[in-house]
């Protein structure tokens, strides 16, 4: 009796044994075959390369461009530039007539007013002066865009005598010129201030006009005209 109990507590014993060396080698198993498993998986399934950039293409600048008009260092366009300047008279500006006119005469004191912007956006310089006795006078009168850019000069005496105006005038239009002018202003004037006449000369034309009282001289820009 004794003995089939020991035995019947062996075979338990073993028995229990036997399931759980199973459930170890179960354990042990499986997680690592599932591991596996998984690392398999990570190797096969790869990412879709990315598409390589397409080279750009440099869009042509402006310099480059057969185009491309050339520009001042303002940033503006000559060809435009040049065509806005209006014309005026050859290398004139405004204070070779004005700053001069005291050297005519010594008693004749010229005075000048000005700048003076007109309605047409223009700009006009004046002097006036009595002449001798104050029995005349003399006016000159500018007209421009600015003091370096002069479109006219015009001259005007009252109650003066032919050679008088034909002095005056022949020094007015003597300062408008250039020195290489091939006109000689005194001359001119002497032969058409009688009459009146007129004459283009270095991109400027000249004009007498008037009465024994009133004459005139105008210095103009033929650009202007």
């Not at 290398?91 to 003076?116: Q, S, W, Y």
């Not at 004046?126 to 500018?142: H, I, P, Q």
Request: charged share 15%.
């Amino acid at each position: 009796m004794g003995v089939r109990v020991g035995l019947t507590s062996l075979l338990a014993a073993s028995a229990l044994l036997s399931l759980v060396a199973a459930a170890a080698w179960l354990v042990g198993v499986f997680p690592e075959q599932e591991a596996v498993g998984q690392t398999s998986r990570e190797q096969t399934i790869t990412a879709p390369p990315s598409p390589s950039p397409e080279p750009k293409t440099p869009s042509p600048s402006a310099s480059s461009s057969p185009a491309a008009v050339p520009e001042d260092v303002f940033g503006n366009a000559l060809g435009s530039a040049q065509a806005d300047n209006p014309a005026a008279i050859p290398d004139l500006g405004v204070m070779e007539v004005i700053g001069n006119l005291k050297h005519f005469a010594t008693d004749v004191d010229f005075r000048c007013k000005g700048p003076t912007v007109t309605e047409g956006d223009n700009i006009l310089w004046s002097c006036a002066a009595n002449t001798r006795g104050g029995r005349g006078s003399y006016d000159v009168t500018l007209v421009g865009d600015d003091p370096l850019t002069i479109f006219s000069v015009t001259a005007t005496v009252h109650g003066v005598s032919e050679e008088t105006a034909a002095s005056f005038f022949s020094y007015v239009a003597d300062l408008c010129l250039q020195d290489t002018d091939p006109l000689n202003p005194e001359a001119w004037m002497q032969e058409k201030v009688p009459t009146g006449g007129q004459t283009a000369t270095g991109g400027t034309a000249l004009s007498v006009y008037g009465t024994k009282e009133v004459r005139t001289l105008e210095v103009v820009a033929i650009g202007a005209l």
